[in-house]
């Protein structure tokens, strides 16, 4: 039996692996948004974003994140939608990219954090495949 460090670092290389794959082949918004309803039907979408405005509230009172007010970053670019941006904004509560791009790195860096440590167990527990492994074979 795997340590759980050992199932970390397969889990790390696996997410690479298939973020990578998408990255190359076609089926990248097709997985994608299969990935983000999944996400939508377990209720991980509003916790993800639930939880993005808990850390920008409680960092946008502190100086040192750089936050001068205590208002979380406008979700109101309609400018900004453009193919993803369409599918996000209607899953994720009209949170658009340039709202997220005002949230200050410290906050944007604990947030992709906990979204890369919530794959990682995911993705360790449900024992993915890589398909990058599956084209190799």
């Known amino acids: 039996m795997k340590s759980v460090s050992e199932n970390n670092t397969a889990a790390d290389r696996v997410a690479r692996q298939v ?5 190359e082949s076609g089926e990248r918004d097709r997985i994608k948004e299969w990935l983000i309803n ?3 039907s377990k209720g991980w979408t509003a916790m993800l974003f639930k939880r993005a405005e808990e850390i920008c509230s409680a960092q946008s009172q502190d100086p040192k994140f750089g936050a001068t ?3 979380p970053p406008s979700v109101d670019a309609p400018h900004s939608m453009q ?4 599918t996000v ?3 994720a509560s009209q949170l658009s990219k340039e709202a ?7 906050v944007r860096s604990k947030l ?11 993705v360790a527990r449900e024992n993915f495949e890589s398909p990058v492994k599956k084209e190799s074979k």
């Open 83 to 86: 193919g993803d941006d369409l």
């Open 100 to 106: 997220m791009e005002s949230v200050p790195e410290a």
């Open 69 to 71: 007010s205590g208002k």
């Open 38 to 40: 999944d996400l939508e």
């Open 19 to 23: 973020l990578e794959h998408l990255q």
């Open 112 to 122: 992709m954090q906990e979204v890369l440590d919530a794959t990682r167990e995911f």
């Open 89 to 91: 904004r209607n899953i």
